[in-house]
């Protein structure tokens, strides 16, 4: 069964801080890996999607990496800002188990202080 | 623009009754999910679809049902079977069944019992 834990749980950083967030899987037969940001009481927006072949992927301050084979992922945000601060998830879309089923993380919680 | 609509954004249901969350796309996505969301726990998905007239039970499907009438609409009813219904419940779509694909979500429907 796969699972996915996201450490720390909670992180707070002051304004301009580069930071790391990190998601870890027990089963590296997984098809894609997308993290999210999730803002308190609303959906789930996409920031970054790794197919398995690929090592990483950037969009303006993030920068996603993937280690498939150790079951790694991390979610570099580089000059953090207030705006920053949410919840991010990471899912990965594991490849047994039948259906396009993602498999979540409970999350870690940034507060970017000013 | 192209999305996801959840509807209503917050939802109460009296002990014994059926509720129905609404969930309609217009990004002719093929394949839509039902997740459920608590605090402290990763998402958890109830039920999905991958083509119209078709859906397959998720991780925690009991209580719930859903139908798959129209590509654009899968609706979710939480019925009274369902015995601890209050949380955060999350719609999302995918372009298919390309494993590649990742997915889109709405800004989710509030449900507490009264």
């Known amino acids: 069964k796969q699972e996915v834990t996201q450490i720390p749980a909670a992180l707070s950083v002051p304004e301009g801080e580069n930071l790391v967030l990190n998601c870890s899987f027990t089963d590296s037969a997984i098809y894609n890996l997308q993290w999210f940001r999730q803002d308190p009481g609303k959906g789930l927006t996409s920031l970054l999607l790794i197919q398995s072949s690929q090592r990483e992927q950037t969009s303006g301050r993030l920068n996603a990496s993937l280690d498939k084979s150790s079951g790694r992922s991390t979610l570099y945000i580089a000059a953090s800002q207030p705006g920053d601060s949410a919840t991010y998830l990471c899912a990965v879309k594991r490849i047994t188990g039948g259906g396009n089923k993602l498999t979540f993380g409970t999350g870690t919680q940034l507060k970017v202080e000013l | 623009d192209g999305g996801i609509t959840q509807s209503p954004k917050y939802l109460f249901r009296k002990e014994g009754q059926n509720v129905t969350l609404s969930c309609e796309q217009n990004?002719?996505?093929?394949?839509m999910y039902w997740y459920r969301q608590d605090p402290g726990q990763g998402l958890r998905l109830i039920y999905y679809?991958?083509?119209?007239?078709?859906?397959q039970k998720g991780d925690i499907a009991e209580g719930y049902s859903v139908s798959r009438e129209k590509k654009e609409s899968f609706p979710l009813t939480v019925t009274s079977a369902q015995k601890n219904p209050t949380a955060f419940y999350l719609c999302a779509s995918s372009t298919g069944d390309r494993a590649s694909y990742g997915y889109t979500f709405g800004s989710g429907t509030r449900l507490t019992v009264v």
């Open positions: 679809s991958q083509i119209v007239n078709d859906f």
């Open positions: 990004l002719n996505h093929d394949a």
